[in-house]
């Protein structure tokens, strides 16, 4: 059990250089606890990961002018990440889940399968409002083609996306 596993570690590190004899205990948690360690310990190189993530995104989507530059809408994007991830982490929790290995690559993963589906809508809009035979439709009715062009893409890579990390 894991219990035992932690107490074997504490009693391994506690006798660890008496009488001249060194001793590295390896449990089945060994490699968890020092990937649990070294994320917190780089938490601030995630922070700035996700703070070029969010220039990229606001630069990319945006228009290099103070009416276009699409900053909220960089921030919204991100921060739905955010809490996407927080949610699917508070829930492996719930159900009992140990934290391992694979959660160190999550924030990233999530981040950029996140912001795609955005970059997708808002080239749509793009496409929309461009459109001169499209100029006297009304914001709902651009909106709503903007959906219907964009919600099958989107739709369908997150459908990629759940097979693929289902397996």
Known sequence: SLDFEEYFVSVCNEENGKDGVEIRP??????????????????????IGYLIMFIYTMLMLGRMNW?????????????????????????????????????????????????????????????????????????QEKMGRTMRHAGVSVTVTSITDVLAFSL
């Open 26 to 47: 390896l449990s089945g948690r060994s490699f968890n606890d020092i990937s649990f360690e070294a994320v917190f310990f780089d938490a601030y190189k995630m922070m």
């Open 67 to 139: 009416l276009e530059i699409r900053l909220y809408l960089s921030g919204m994007g991100i921060l739905s990440c955010l809490m996407g991830l927080a949610s699917a982490m508070g829930i492996t929790f719930l159900l009992g889940l140990e934290y391992n290995q694979t959660h160190n690559v999550l924030p990233f993963i999530a981040i950029g399968i996140g912001i795609d589906d955005m970059f997708v809508i808002t080239e749509c809009w793009y496409n929309i409002i461009s459109d001169p035979s499209l100029a006297s439709l009304s914001i």
